[in-house]
């Protein structure tokens, strides 16, 4: 319990309301002993009064009741504002302000506000958190985690009320029930890592089945972005069923750790949309500049505003309080308010001292008292002071950190103790914990006199009791730094020593890692002949694994550093070889991992230059490569290094193969395997070998490069590696490369086969979702697209990219993304503004993790759908607002620039066909004309080469090369039974040598693929193709069922312009065009029979007007 619990007795209503259980530095006088205070000479700081702060109160509060009901607001009046938007404050002041004093009253205001409301008696949730000075000593996400510890306990206890039960059972099952935080999901698991606080809320959201017990462990170290998925799944779960918004508080930020910066960045950012939630950040204004990254996320948040009306964001200045203020809280605290001008004099001096900080006003005061200036006389029962302005001010000290050491020297050594050992750590301590710290120098204190300390430190105005955390925090953190400097500089080496040790033995578990994070940061910051140099580059290291399971490679890097730094300054790099070793070993991938490549090179060097043997260089020669590879992007050059290193460990792989070279690399490969199918390989062991992990890089060179003979060798030479040592987690990803090189000699069979091993070898490293989902996407965009159809895959590579995104591996994240859109639009699915937003979603979170070259394709495919749904003078052209293709293509270089007019050409020249725009379609044709008729990918490819072909045979092109081509790579693909490539086959047909036979084959094959897209088209050219043998009654009937189709498609620019040409539409009915095309002997898709009103083109040409009106003012 708190030593003083202010109970609603105290509510006093009016103009400054009422504090709540204070926790903070404008009311922290929270002592015992309330009756005698006055004859003990100690001033008594009002406790029930929030002085000047009536305005900033009113601001939050109309913050948090904007949006919601006349009846959940304290006046009825509601502002306009989206359902659940979330609202941002940025608070700002100088230290000792009294931020945290305001918000705490203020959530003391709703809550009070909110047991008055009759329809409801659902609380306010609202959890805290605060950073210190030291929060770089402490775990990652410190302030966070104590934030969670809060919800976890509010969370997870029982409530005395109905209302508050039924809405603790939704969260709760709501959690259990999440596909990302049930039972030994991905996002459970990351959360019981990174934030072990929450073990108790998780483990309380799971039915009462040993079953649905949590695993330890499994799916290797969390990524950031699996950290922000899961923190934002959690609170959205949470804030959800809440009627009013979920109040999270931060405090301190200018102290945060980067990781707490970079998650608080995802959460305010558009990308996670939260809803419902109050976010009060709150800094130092004089501490945070334009550097800084907090003022980065700051205007992030206002840029974003711009577009995103689900945020609302205030940014509010706190300053100090007026002299008139000062001179009532003056009084107030002596026993004069009824003769308040009688403290004039005194609190003008104080003013002067202090400028209206209301912190340092009541160190002030108290000095005045500890030195006799001010004093309670025992005659008169009133405070006195008998000198003169001038000796008062002389008397208060000008830096408010030595007046507290001033009043901390006065106390008794045990406290004085206590309170040095508290400043050194930097999380709130329970009471067996600070008794072990305690322990020092045959000094032995027991719990409860621990306790009893604590207790007279919060009489003295130095602690405070935090209800939220049950323990005993610092008022203000002028006291921490004050009890900080305490210490004699003789002692303090000794005494972070002893801290450090005790923190290294309490540390027992998940939710005591955090003093390992403290003990090495103690030890990393004391002298090199103060420790042992070995064993704590060791600790760092031990840290550093934490740090990285928890997903924070930056902390990661930070400590190998630390311990790296710690050998070099003693002069005992390389003493300990396998010490010195294994730490650099473990420097290189995680710099290069952050693309921190001249440390990661510094590191390689280092090794390379003492390492005694080849293995011991291995992973130092691999990084070299990769280093190189991912910081030039110079794959020749790349190619030519990974081949040399394979060759340094024994693999002989010439650089430039020869025909016989590939040949005998084949044979060998065959006897490898025996004859048997390389399903075989599904019966080789798992083995962990980093070698896997430099094929696979070097493979993926030779992709880029092309070179065929190379990439044959390496893989086949691979494959013996596995059958003669094991399989590597890399191997399954590289051996699907094998069937794309098959695919891209049109090998159809093949690559199949190899397609569906590689994802029987899959299964056994699901748990590496990186691995998994990356190999999968290459499975399906390039391999399963052969045979299986567009429509049956899409869903996959759209979990594909979510699981890849959710790890962190945001290039692959990207690709798997282009695969998914250009599948959807391969497979006919309908147009409209929310195939629109997820492009543009996908394309803000491109640029947002720099990945601009494949934010540039969403651009463009968001341009080729709203060309298809927005009447416009230049369909073929792009040049809208999405996307303007002149202005990118200048703005790149002449690689990039050809790989982009490549994809967008692809799109354009359907464009062109669509409309019929004949000029557009020859342009697009000399230019894709010069580029291979082969891709990896095949959800680029297939649309490329199918209107490439469709288009030369519409034209016909100058260079019949070009259709036939075409025409061939699908036929080949029909004949292997591709579901795909037939209506694309048949429809080429049909534009080569138009028939009604050839025509009615192409409709039939459109619709049994269902894609409804190339079926508009078709039954369009059919209808032309009549009109030219003089059938104007089937040709119309054909003419009137594509304008329903492409309707349906939802290319409403395309209906549009055929109204135009075809006047005889506007009398045409959806019943009556499907009556007379069945009649002629075709019969309508699935997706057109399920619609049966009757309704005319001049009301549809309506309801696509109000559609793209409606898109456009959203």
């Not at 203020?106 to 329809?119: C, E, L, T």
């Not at 007026?322 to 004069?336: L, N």
């Not at 910051?525 to 580059?537: I, V, Y």
């Not at 190379?710 to 191997?731: N, S």
Request: proline fraction near 3%.
């Amino acid at each position: 319990m708190p030593p003083n619990d202010c109970g609603d007795d105290h509510y006093v209503a009016g103009a400054h309301g009422t504090v709540a259980e204070q926790t903070d530095e404008a009311y922290y006088d929270d002592r015992s002993d309330a009756d005698d205070d006055m004859e003990k000479g100690r001033i008594k700081f009002p406790q029930n009064k929030l002085y000047g702060r009536d305005r900033e109160l009113e601001t939050l509060r109309n913050i948090f009741y904007q949006g919601l009901s006349s009846e959940e607001t304290q006046d009825g009046c509601v502002v306009e504002m989206p359902e659940q938007a979330s609202r941002v404050v940025f608070l700002s002041g100088y230290s000792g302000v009294g931020k945290s004093a305001l918000v705490k009253e203020f959530v003391k205001q709703v809550q009070a506000q909110q047991k008055m409301n009759k329809s409801s008696s659902e609380s306010v949730l609202h959890f805290s958190g605060k950073y210190s000075e030291q929060s770089s000593a402490a775990a990652p996400f410190s302030a966070i985690s104590d934030l969670f510890s809060q919800m976890t306990h509010a969370l997870s206890r029982k409530k005395s009320d109905k209302e508050g039960n039924e809405l603790q059972s939704k969260i709760l099952n709501d959690i259990g029930s999440s596909g990302l935080l049930a039972a030994n999901a991905d996002g459970d698991r990351v959360l019981r890592g990174t934030f072990p606080v929450l073990a108790a809320l998780l483990d309380a959201s799971r039915p009462n089945d040993s079953n649905n017990k949590s695993e330890e462990g499994g799916g290797g170290a969390p990524s950031m972005n699996a950290v922000k998925e899961s923190v934002h799944e959690l609170l959205s779960i949470i804030s959800g069923p809440l009627k009013r918004p979920l109040i999270l508080f931060l405090d301190d930020l200018q102290w945060a750790d980067a990781p707490s910066l970079d998650l608080l960045s995802f959460l305010l950012s558009t990308d996670a949309q939260m809803k419902n939630v109050m976010f009060i950040c709150a800094y130092r204004s004089n501490e945070v500049g334009q550097d800084h990254p907090f003022a980065s996320i700051m205007d992030n948040v206002k840029e974003s505003m711009k577009d995103d009306v689900q945020l609302v964001e205030t940014v509010m200045d706190l300053f100090s309080l007026s002299q008139d203020v000062i001179t009532h809280f003056i009084a107030d605290s002596i026993g004069k308010e009824e003769e308040v001008e009688e403290v004039t004099e005194l609190a003008e001096v104080v003013y002067q001292k202090t400028m209206g900080n209301i912190f340092c006003v009541m160190q002030a005061m108290e000095e005045l008292v500890r030195k006799n200036a001010l004093y309670y006389d025992m005659m008169c029962f009133e405070w006195r002071w008998a000198v003169s302005k001038v000796e008062l001010s002389t008397t208060i000290s000008d830096d408010v950190v030595e007046t507290v050491k001033g009043k901390i020297k006065e106390l008794s050594s045990e406290i004085q103790h206590m309170l040095i050992v508290m400043a050194y750590v930097p999380n709130t301590l329970e009471v067996p914990v600070l008794t072990e710290l305690m322990k020092r120098n045959s000094v032995s204190l027991d719990e409860s006199r621990v306790a009893e300390l604590l207790k007279k430190a919060t009489e003295e105005a130095l602690l405070m009791y935090s209800a939220e955390s049950d323990n005993y925090i610092f008022i203000h953190d002028r006291i921490r730094e004050a009890s900080r400097g305490s210490i004699a500089d003789e002692d303090k080496d000794d005494l972070l020593l002893h801290l450090s040790l005790v923190l290294q033995k309490l540390a027992k578990g998940p939710e005591t890692e955090w003093c390992l994070f403290v003990a090495v940061d103690l030890l990393n910051s004391l002298p090199s002949e103060k420790t042992n140099c070995n064993d704590l580059a060791r600790l760092n290291m031990r840290v550093s694994v934490i740090a990285r399971n928890r997903g924070i490679v930056e902390k990661q890097s930070e400590l190998l550093h630390e311990g790296l730094q710690c050998l070099k300054s003693s002069g005992k790099l390389w003493e300990d070889y396998n010490l010195t070793l294994s730490l650099l070993n473990d420097v290189i991938p995680c710099d290069r991992e952050l693309g921190c490549f001249d440390e990661a090179t510094a590191a390689i060097d280092e090794v390379l230059a003492n390492g005694k043997t080849l293995d011991d260089k291995f992973i130092a020669n691999v990084n070299q490569f990769m280093v190189k590879c991912d910081s030039s992007r110079d794959y020749g050059t790349a190619i030519e290094d990974g081949i040399k290193i394979l060759n340094m460990y024994g693999y002989k792989i010439p650089l430039k193969p020869t025909k016989a070279d590939v040949v005998k690399e084949e044979m060998k490969a065959k006897m490898a395997l025996k004859n048997r199918p390389y399903s075989c390989l599904a019966e080789i062991p798992v083995k962990d070998d980093p070698i896997f992990q430099l094929f696979a890089h070097v493979c993926e060179c030779a992709i880029f490069q092309s070179h065929e003979r190379l990439l044959t060798v390496l893989l086949k030479r691979l494959i013996r590696r596995v059958i003669d040592d094991g399989m590597g987690k890399e191997f399954p990803c590289t051996f699907a490369i094998l069937g794309v090189l098959m695919q891209k000699k049109g090998k159809v069979q093949a690559s199949t086969e190899i397609g569906n091993v590689t994802l029987l070898l899959l299964e056994k490293f699901k748990s590496d979702k990186i691995i998994y989902a990356r190999t999968k996407m290459i499975v399906i965009a390039t391999l399963g697209f052969q045979l299986q159809s567009f429509r049956s895959q899409v869903d996959a590579l759209l979990h594909c990219h979510k699981d890849l995104k959710f790890v962190g591996s945001i290039e692959n994240a990207m690709g798997a993304a282009i695969g998914y859109f250009c599948s959807y639009l391969s497979a006919g699915f309908p147009l409209g503004p929310l195939l629109e937003s997820k492009l543009q979603i996908v394309e803000e979170y491109g640029y947002r993790y720099d990945k601009g070259s494949f934010a540039v394709l969403f651009k463009m495919l968001r341009q080729f759908a709203i060309n298809l749904r927005q009447r416009s003078d230049n369909p073929s052209e792009f040049n809208g607002d999405a996307y303007n293709e002149e202005d990118t293509l200048n703005g790149m270089n002449e690689q990039k620039s050809k790989m982009m007019l490549r994809d967008s050409g692809a799109y354009r020249i359907q464009l062109a066909f669509i409309f019929g725009d004949r000029e557009c379609m020859t342009s697009m044709l000399d230019i894709l004309s010069t580029y291979p008729y082969t891709f990896h990918d095949v959800t680029r490819l297939h649309p490329r080469l199918c209107f490439m072909g469709l288009s030369a045979f519409a034209v016909k092109y100058k260079n019949k090369e070009v259709g036939e081509k075409c025409l061939e790579y699908f036929q080949k693909l029909t004949k292997a039974g591709s579901l795909n490539a037939k209506p694309v086959y048949l429809f080429m047909l049909a534009m080569k040598k138009p028939s009604k036979s050839a025509f009615e084959s192409a409709i039939d094959a459109t619709k049994e693929a269902s894609t409804l897209h190339l079926e508009a088209m078709v039954k369009e050219h059919y209808g032309l193709y009549l009109q030219q043998q003089n059938e104007d009654k089937l040709a119309n009937d054909c003419l009137a069922s594509s304008y329903f189709s492409y309707y349906d498609w939802g290319a409403h620019s395309k209906a549009l312009r055929m109204t135009q040409q075809y006047h005889f539409l506007a009398k045409t009915s959806r019943i009556k065009a499907k009556s007379l095309f069945s009649a002629s002997g075709c019969t309508e898709t699935s997706s057109q029979s399920q619609s049966v009103e009757k309704y005319s083109v001049s009301s549809t040409r309506r309801v696509s007007y109000v559609y793209n009106s409606t898109f456009r003012s959203k």
